[in-house]
């Protein structure tokens, strides 16, 4: 999108109180670790060498602070892919799914972490099925208003996952960053012309596999009733969310995974 509607901007207004305070909820719960990636000042401890003056009267007895040297080298990207396919205009899963692709762009530009957000679908030519992929937001934003264009997510037609995958996983790649997370968000298993069931859990297996194997860590996101099969399908790599308000301890949990 070239030119940002201006109802994109109302609507946003509408959901941005809800989706900073996720943020901020995602940023304190990994605000340990973080402060010990970049340094500075941890307070708040139970023990420890120093008071910290500012805690004094707290009745918790978290009284302590404590220097933390900031850790070298550490650098970490993020791709979030949306799936687009019409299964996901039913029960609010593309509102949901939108929400949660918010959350994660918003606490990684405040981050300053290097951030894109793709969605997927396909389209019928008559001849043939075509994988369809939609740029919200990129790495490097020409205008600083992908915020905004993440809004006009909508669904459209199937799912194959297995091409969308690799397509967003190789622009993780070509990232310099050492820490490559990318994040799925769907309501089920793929489906598309000759793709389901048993085929397409090999291909997404495969497409797994592939992209670990490189560096990129993949984990698909279930906000729909096929929970199952997606676990079923990632296995560790498995991550539910179907509970927007446990989303922050959530996703916390899976960043802290690779970033302690």
Same mark, same amino acid.
């Given at each position: ?18 989706? $900073? ?14 402060? #010990?990636?970049?340094? /500075? ?13 500012? =805690? ?8 302590? @602070?404590?220097?933390?040297?900031? @850790?070298? /080298? ?5 791709? !979030? ?6 299964? *996901?205009?039913?029960?609010? #899963? ?7 692709? +918010? ?6 530009? =405040? ?17 043939? @099925?075509? !994988? ?11 205008? $600083? ?13 199937? =799912? ?8 967003? %996983?190789?622009?993780? +790649? =070509? ?12 309501? /089920? ?7 389901? /069931? ?7 297996? @495969? ?7 490189? %560096? !990129? ?10 929970? &199952? *099969?997606?676990? &079923? ?6 991550? $539910?969310?179907?509970?927007? $308000? ?13 970033? #302690?």
């Amino acid at each position: 999108m070239t030119t940002v509607p201006l109802r994109l901007e109302k609507e946003y207004k509408m959901i941005a109180p809800e989706i $900073n305070r996720i943020s901020k909820r995602l940023e304190a719960s990994l605000e340990e670790v973080l402060e #010990r990636l970049e340094g /500075g000042t941890q307070s708040g401890l139970y023990m420890g060498k120093r008071l910290s003056r500012g =805690n004094l009267y707290r009745l918790d007895d978290k009284i302590f @602070e404590k220097t933390i040297k900031p @850790e070298e /080298g550490f650098s970490i990207a993020f791709a !979030v892919l949306l799936d687009l396919s019409g299964s *996901m205009s039913s029960g609010g #899963r593309i509102e949901s799914a939108q929400k949660a692709g +918010l959350v994660m762009y918003t606490f990684c530009r =405040n981050l300053g972490i290097p951030v894109m957000l793709y969605g997927h679908t396909t389209h019928d030519t008559g001849y043939t @099925e075509v !994988v369809d992929i939609y740029s919200f937001a990129d790495f490097d934003s020409v205008d $600083n208003q992908d915020y905004l264009r993440i809004m006009s997510v909508s669904t459209y037609d199937c =799912n194959r996952d297995g091409v969308a995958l690799r397509f967003v %996983g190789q622009k993780l +790649l =070509n990232r310099p960053e050492d820490i490559k997370i990318l994040l799925m968000i769907s309501d /089920g298993q793929p489906y598309a012309q000759g793709y389901k /069931g048993e085929i397409a859990k090999a291909d997404l297996q @495969e497409a797994q596999y592939s992209l670990e194997k490189r %560096g !990129v860590k993949l984990f698909s996101a279930a906000i729909g009733d096929d929970r &199952e *099969m997606i676990e &079923e399908i990632y296995k560790d790599g498995f991550l $539910n969310i179907a509970d927007f $308000n446990t989303m922050p301890v959530k996703l916390a949990g899976l960043i802290a995974r690779f970033i #302690r």
